[in-house]
């Protein structure tokens, strides 16, 4: 399957601070999300970006599939943003493969 | 607001023993997922089906089996649970169109095997 790695595993901030996560991927994708694991372990889907760029609030996120790697950015992070930051991706086949996760500590 | 509903959030069961962990989804999707979470190792994709009764191994099959009889729900079933699949495990449903990708995680259900 698809190998993902995602940098840094631990990231702690102070609120109000700007952050940058990377995913990296082995090949080619049909498809990259990002998903963010509350403290309770709820999942949420935030972006659907298999290229290009897209904004929801405070988060935005970048693809280039050529280069075979996402961005996600945490803009004014708050301490609500804490969690686990997943980056999943899949060929042609719906299977997701998931990288480690980013654990995100927001201190207030 | 549409959901995935897992039957339990905590359970904790003897070694040996048969057991099911339930998931059912109210949105009408094709595809359903069965995937573990441990610390470190991120998600690891168990089963998933792309309609009913049919059903294909993920990445780590080995000690599960799934069945799924209706389009809405998908179980995982542990036919003789052992301490190393003490984990949290998390159902998901998803679909696809031209424009989007959606996928949908219940809340998890933390298992324990003593």
């Known amino acids: 399957g698809i190998q993902v790695e995602q940098s840094p595993p631990d990231l702690i901030l102070q609120e109000g601070a700007n952050s940058t996560l990377r995913c990296n991927f082995s090949?080619?994708?049909?498809?990259l999300q990002w998903f963010h694991q509350n403290p309770w372990g709820q999942l949420i889907n935030l972006f659907y970006?298999?290229?290009g760029t897209k904004q929801n609030g405070r988060l935005s996120a970048t693809t280039v599939a050529t280069e075979r790697y996402s961005l996600l950015y945490i803009s004014s992070s708050q301490t609500t943003d804490s969690g686990v930051y997943f980056c999943?991706?899949?060929?042609?086949?719906?299977?997701?493969?998931f990288g480690a996760g980013t654990t995100v500590t927001v201190r207030a | 607001d549409v959901k995935v509903t897992q039957s339990s959030r905590y359970l904790v069961k003897r070694t040996g023993e048969k057991v099911f962990l339930e998931c059912v989804q109210d949105?009408?999707?094709?595809?359903m997922f069965w995937y573990r979470q441990d610390p470190g190792l991120g998600l690891r994709l168990i089963y998933f089906?792309?309609?009913?009764?049919?059903?294909e191994k993920g990445d780590i099959p080995e000690g599960y089996s799934v069945s799924r009889e209706k389009k809405e729900r998908f179980s995982l079933i542990l036919e003789s649970a052992s301490t190393n699949q003490t984990s949290m495990y998390l159902c998901?449903?998803?679909?696809?169109?031209?424009?989007?990708?959606?996928?949908?995680f219940g809340s998890g259900t933390r298992l324990t095997v003593v």
């Open positions: 998901a449903s998803s679909f696809r169109d031209n424009l989007n990708y959606g996928y949908t």
């Open positions: 090949d080619s994708v049909n498809n």
């Open positions: 970006i298999p290229s």
């Open positions: 999943a991706v899949d060929g042609d086949d719906y299977k997701l493969s």
């Open positions: 949105m009408d999707h094709e595809n």
């Open positions: 089906s792309y309609d009913v009764k049919m059903k």
